[in-house]
């Protein structure tokens, strides 16, 4: 298990660059952040170079899965971000599936979203890159989005059935939606390509609020979990004593 820095949430507001240069000051060794398309890639290149940090993820375009009508302009955006991805050295995309559409049967819209994916795979093979989709929480941050139970997210890759496209298991959202973090994650282990941690509620720093993350990461290890758990929360005040005081756990 390896820990990254969402750049994007835990330093709001500071310079990509810079906020990359302090997730290596405080230690870390790997970082992620959303959107692609409105940051300088060559300037994070090159701060990679700098810093030696990886990059452990970043979100594809956000464009509805489930909607059939719109898979080409997916498509289209996925290779995008795979030409984004190939920039940077990056392996690992996350994909949103877009709010639930009024009026069309949930069987419907799954469908879509299982025949969209099921487009991508020849793409990410090419690429070497794992598409990674994340079911969010509908109750606070996301009402209307369509995925929110990480059970059916599990569901639908293991129907798409390729190594190339997983679940983002976002360990907050869940336990907004669902709860029961350990047993989930540890019996779907093969089907998450990366992770998320933020305190719940309020989504602050890790050791604010009612999970217990040194039981949860101590879980994830014993299970085997080889992946990044991306550190997505947001402080009010310095992040940096709140990022060495986890790296240092």
Not at 26 to 33: C, D, I, R, S
Not at 196 to 206: K, S, V
Not at 225 to 244: A, I, K, N, S, W
């Amino acid at each position: 298990m390896r820990l990254s820095v969402c750049v994007d949430a835990v330093f709001r507001g500071v310079e990509k660059a810079e906020a990359v240069r302090r997730a290596a000051e405080a230690g870390y060794g790997a970082y992620e952040f959303w959107s692609w398309w409105d940051k300088d890639l060559d300037a994070l290149s090159r701060v990679q170079e700098e810093t030696g940090l990886a990059p452990a993820a970043m979100c594809t375009r956000f464009v509805s899965l489930v909607d059939p009508a719109r898979r080409d302009e997916y498509l289209a955006g996925l290779r995008e971000s795979l030409d984004a991805a190939r920039l940077l050295g990056c392996r690992t995309l996350i994909s949103q599936t877009g709010n639930e559409r009024e009026g069309i049967p949930r069987e419907e819209q799954r469908a879509s979203l299982v025949e969209g994916l099921r487009a991508c795979v020849p793409l990410l093979e090419e690429a070497g890159v794992t598409l990674t989709v994340e079911p969010l929480n509908t109750a606070i941050n996301h009402p209307g989005y369509y995925l929110s139970s990480s059970d059916e997210a599990f569901g639908i890759v293991r129907e798409v059935g390729s190594p190339y496209v997983k679940v983002l298991y976002d360990i907050y959202h869940q336990q907004v939606t669902e709860g029961d973090l350990i047993r989930r994650i540890a019996g779907n282990l093969d089907w998450i390509g990366h992770m998320h941690a933020a305190g719940h509620p309020g989504r602050g720093e890790l050791d604010q609020g009612e999970i217990h993350y040194p039981n949860v990461f101590r879980a994830i290890r014993e299970a085997g979990y080889e992946g990044y758990v991306g550190l997505e929360y947001f402080t009010d005040g310095d992040p940096m004593p709140g990022l060495r005081r986890w790296l240092a756990y």
